[in-house]
């Protein structure tokens, strides 16, 4: 099982494999700033990691949003620092629920390439409860949106029921701040014409998942301090 603390072991070959990407491109991100730089090892290897998995994955959903470099830039600046590599596959699943749904049928080795790691029987079908795949008789239906997301909580210590009603309890509330926030903005659209409500939509997305994610980082986090004060020794 790895851990947060797992010392970066990957090269920028590996790295690119597991993403997915050229090598030419993770430089690309590396000299704009978008990866943090890797950790230098033996015979001055850069050596890459989690995080650095995380952030690529974050690039390049927030590319398949139509955002610009530029654009990515400042929304990876307003982050918060100190963000794991599973806080980082969270903003790519929220970022990724925008989109229309996208499904794709993979086959096994497909679904381990796109998970980055080996997946055993028993992770597919906690994958499986999550909804995040969905096995069939020409191989698996993976919602790509969430595949990150699903495998990162593969290795939290929780159980499925744990990890299935903390989803329920967020979807509701996200729905529900959804529907007041689509009010608020109708009321501010509601005499412009289409397009313009397409283009303030497009603008306002990661707005709005960048705000909800904060608000909900600290929120949990004065909320675990509560607790831990309170089943802290008297």
Same mark, same amino acid.
């Given at each position: 099982?790895?851990?947060?603390?797992?010392e970066?072991?990957?090269?920028?070959?590996?790295?690119?494999?597991?993403?997915?990407?050229?090598?030419?491109?993770?430089?690309?991100?590396?000299?704009?700033?978008?990866?943090?730089?890797?950790?230098?090892?033996p015979?001055?290897?850069?050596?890459?990691?989690?995080?650095?998995? $995380?952030? /690529? &994955?974050?690039? !390049?959903? =927030?590319?398949?949003?139509?955002?610009?470099? #530029?654009?990515?830039?400042?929304y *990876?600046?307003?982050?918060?620092e100190?963000?794991?590599?599973?806080?980082?596959?969270?903003h790519?699943?929220?970022?990724?629920?925008?989109?229309?749904?996208?499904?794709?049928?993979?086959?096994?080795?497909e679904?381990?390439?796109?998970?980055?790691?080996?997946?055993?029987?028993?992770?597919?079908?906690?994958?499986?409860?999550?909804d995040?795949?969905?096995?069939g008789?020409?191989?698996?239906?993976?919602?790509?949106g969430?595949?990150?997301?699903?495998?990162?909580?593969l290795?939290?210590?929780?159980?499925?029921? $744990?990890? /299935? &009603?903390?989803r !329920?309890? =967020?979807?509701?509330?996200?729905?529900?701040? #959804?529907?007041?926030?689509?009010? *608020?903005?109708?009321?501010?659209?509601?005499?412009?014409?289409?397009?313009?409500?397409?283009?303030?939509?497009?603008?306002?997305?990661?707005?709005?998942?960048?705000?909800?994610l904060?608000?909900?980082?600290?929120?949990?986090?004065?909320e675990?301090?509560?607790?831990?004060?309170?089943?802290?020794?008297?």
């Amino acid at each position: 099982m790895t851990t947060e603390a797992e010392e970066p072991t990957l090269t920028i070959d590996e790295l690119a494999a597991r993403a997915g990407l050229t090598v030419r491109t993770v430089r690309f991100y590396g000299t704009r700033g978008l990866l943090p730089p890797p950790v230098i090892g033996p015979r001055r290897v850069g050596h890459y990691g989690r995080e650095h998995l $995380a952030r /690529l &994955a974050l690039i !390049e959903e =927030l590319q398949h949003q139509g955002m610009t470099l #530029a654009a990515i830039e400042r929304y *990876l600046d307003r982050l918060p620092e100190g963000l794991s590599p599973h806080d980082l596959a969270i903003h790519g699943a929220v970022v990724a629920s925008w989109a229309p749904d996208a499904v794709e049928t993979v086959t096994r080795e497909e679904l381990q390439r796109r998970a980055g790691r080996p997946l055993g029987d028993d992770d597919v079908e906690r994958l499986a409860a999550m909804d995040v795949v969905r096995p069939g008789d020409g191989g698996y239906d993976v919602d790509l949106g969430m595949l990150r997301l699903g495998v990162e909580l593969l290795d939290v210590p929780l159980s499925q029921e $744990a990890i /299935l &009603a903390a989803r !329920e309890v =967020l979807v509701d509330h996200t729905r529900a701040a #959804a529907h007041e926030l689509y009010r *608020l903005f109708r009321g501010e659209v509601s005499e412009r014409a289409a397009r313009d409500v397409k283009s303030l939509s497009a603008h306002m997305h990661p707005l709005v998942v960048q705000a909800l994610l904060t608000a909900f980082q600290r929120s949990l986090k004065e909320e675990l301090g509560e607790w831990l004060t309170r089943s802290g020794p008297d």
